[in-house]
């Protein structure tokens, strides 16, 4: 993950204090293309990447939010094609793993915060629309998530989600 994981997800070391960056047992990036079909790169990266670290268990709530998380930076971050040179800067998708927690973040070059169509998340009114439940999908499945703009040369917005995991 290099330098930029530490300033991507400050934010998540704030609320959890515990989790110092230097614990980090385990991090990998993915740089995802402006495409859909970067939905599926993503979960086959989470597959792979928790098969490494041997938390295989975990992966169908993680890639759901994963799936969640990207569909989302890829609808409502990214802007339509030659308006803007914003679409160089691709969508990244971060996993970090410490004993008994894992993040992911989703990074893209909008800074509008995510939105969710429901008031809070016990209150769908229509259980049959395509979409607008994303975010509360990404609320029921994770124990945590949240989202932060970024500054200086870095400029859109991360979205993390936090999963606690059985220690290994």
């Known amino acids: 993950m290099g330098t930029e994981g ?3 997800l400050e ?3 704030r609320g959890l204090p515990q989790l110092g960056h230097s ?23 989470t597959r792979e990447t928790l098969q490494r670290w041997r938390l295989e268990g975990e992966f169908d709530t993680v890639a759901l939010v ?14 339509p094609r030659g308006t803007t040179p914003e679409l160089t800067s ?11 927690r894992l993040v992911c973040a989703v990074r893209d070059p909008s800074g509008a915060p995510p939105e969710t169509t429901a ?5 769908f009114v229509d ?27 870095m400029r859109g917005k991360v979205v993390w989600a936090l999963f606690r995991i059985a220690p290994a």
């Open 127 to 153: 259980f049959t629309a395509e979409s607008g439940r994303g975010l509360c999908l990404v609320e029921s499945f994770s124990d945590g998530w949240g989202w932060h703009p970024l500054t200086g040369m």
């Open 119 to 123: 008031n809070n998340c016990t209150e």
């Open 23 to 45: 614990s980090v047992s385990g991090s990998a990036t993915c740089a995802l293309p402006p495409r859909f079909d970067a939905v599926k790169s993503a979960r086959d990266f």
């Open 11 to 13: 934010p998540v070391w």
């Open 66 to 79: 994963v799936s969640e998380l990207v569909t989302n930076a890829l609808r409502h971050g990214l802007t």
């Open 90 to 100: 691709p969508v990244r998708l971060d996993l970090m793993r410490w004993a008994a």
């Open 6 to 8: 530490s300033t991507v």
